[in-house]
């Protein structure tokens, strides 16, 4: 395959994540991810014709039976996984969350949703999924907000 081959195959994997914050505690999930248990924010891939928006309220719902109204963009971050070689493009929204619906089954994968503090996730860092988890977490208490109009739905 020539390196004009590669470059046209390439593509990140586009994902969206949630950074949800209650009583200085913050919404993670634990979940496998490589045969190891790792906590991450709710988050997961775009799906075809599915709004950025519309796709971190869905993986909100799926991985922690929690209701999530995003408020802002915190980041748009790209990183590369040094153990797959893969590159994620991730949208980070901050918002709220409301009904819970503790009877749900999370998606699979998902061991829990849980609630900790700041200092318990810096604790835990070696169990982080990515880098990504701290990094947003970090830059949302550094007060990074965008508005959700930032992002735009071309349809054609």
């Known amino acids: ?15 969206v994540a949630a950074v949800a914050a209650r009583e200085d505690r913050f919404l993670l999930v634990e979940e496998i991810a490589g045969e190891r248990r790792v906590l991450n924010q709710p988050a997961g891939h775009l799906e ?12 909100v719902r799926e991985e922690t039976a929690w209701t999530f109204r995003p408020e802002y963009i915190v980041g748009v971050y790209r990183w590369r996984s040094t153990r797959n070689a893969k590159t994620h493009l991730r949208v980070t929204f901050f918002g709220s969350v409301t009904e819970h619906l503790p009877g749900q089954p999370l998606d699979d994968g998902i061991l829990d949703a849980t609630w900790l503090s700041y200092a318990e996730i810096k604790q835990r860092e070696a169990q982080h999924r ?13 007060g990074r ?3 959700l109009d930032l992002l735009r739905d071309v349809l054609s």
């Not at 395959?1 to 994902?15: I, K, N």
């Not at 990504?132 to 208490?141: E, G, K, W």
């Open 1 to 15: 395959m020539s390196a004009v081959e590669t470059l046209r195959d390439w593509a990140p994997h586009v994902t």
């Open 48 to 59: 075809d014709r599915e709004a950025l928006v519309d796709a971190v309220i869905r993986e």
């Open 130 to 142: 990515s880098p990504l988890v701290m990094r947003c977490i970090d830059d949302y208490l550094a």
């Open 145 to 147: 907000r965008y508005g």
